[in-house]
């Protein structure tokens, strides 16, 4: 015995045909802006962090001011605590002028000490 399925509103086992519609959610949103405004960093602290930092310098800039080769900046002085900030994960290496030259006072520092040059 065979069923004829006729096109319309309704299957053959009677349920409707037509899509359901997709249920409607509420979705709070993230209020924008802070929730404490009186936090924001004045544009004097900005100035202040950007002094303490000095001037972005790239690799081969760190190498010339310590005067060594750029491969000897990744592979001797980054392990060793050379500051720098990645700009992604495989990305290019930025350094600061000012966090540079004390990273190398601070290891100057260190071989008159007698710690590990």
């Known amino acids: 015995m ?3 399925w006729i096109p319309g509103d309704t299957r053959i086992s009677g349920l ?3 899509p359901k519609p997709a249920p409607i959610q509420r ?9 404490d405004p009186q936090h924001c960093p004045s544009p004097e602290a900005v100035g202040n962090v950007l002094d303490a930092l000095g001037e972005p310098l790239s690799i081969r800039e760190v190498s010339e001011i310590i005067g060594c080769s750029t491969w ?3 592979q ?3 392990p060793q605590g050379l500051p720098c900030l990645r700009s992604g994960p495989v990305g290019k290496l930025i350094f600061y002028r000012h966090q540079v030259i004390r990273w190398i006072l601070q290891q100057q520092t ?6 590990k040059p």
């Open 2 to 4: 065979t069923t004829k």
């Open 16 to 18: 409707s045909n037509r």
């Open 27 to 35: 979705i709070s949103l993230p209020s924008l802006g802070q929730r």
């Open 72 to 74: 000897a900046i990744r």
């Open 76 to 78: 001797r002085y980054i």
């Open 110 to 115: 260190k071989q008159r000490k007698g710690g």
